[in-house]
């Protein structure tokens, strides 16, 4: 199971980044999933739909339908460490999804 330490405390920087308009307010990286998307549906609910979810599994397609209107991105893809030897095309390291992604700086 995933953990959160204090969401609600996500969900006041949230709106305060909104406020200074600040996009995404908030992201979250979320690896392994298996296709159970109660974490990310659960931090949807706390911070009330304001961040950018990408959720990452190489295994299979976990893509749903209401990913789409609650801003959550799925991406089949595995994450491993820089130091370790690359694994594949569907192995990325964090630093390689953060560019992927386009969420440098």
């Not at 609600?8 to 200074?20: G, I, N, V």
């Not at 961040?51 to 599994?57: L, N, S």
């Not at 959550?72 to 594949?88: A, C, D, E, L, N």
Request: hydrophobic fraction near 25%; charge should be positive; proline fraction near 7%.
């Amino acid at each position: 199971p995933k953990w959160t330490c204090d969401p609600h405390q996500l969900k006041r920087l949230a709106y305060s980044r909104k406020k200074a308009s600040q996009d995404p307010p908030c992201l979250f990286y979320s690896v392994g999933s298996n296709g159970n998307y109660q974490w990310e549906d659960g931090m949807y609910a706390e911070t009330d739909g304001l961040c950018e979810i990408h959720v990452f599994d190489y295994s299979q397609n976990y893509t749903r339908k209401k990913n789409l209107e609650r801003n959550i991105h799925f991406h089949r893809w595995g994450m491993y460490g820089s130091g370790q030897p690359v694994r594949g095309p569907v192995w990325k390291t964090l630093p390689q999804i953060i560019q992927a992604l386009g969420h440098e700086g």
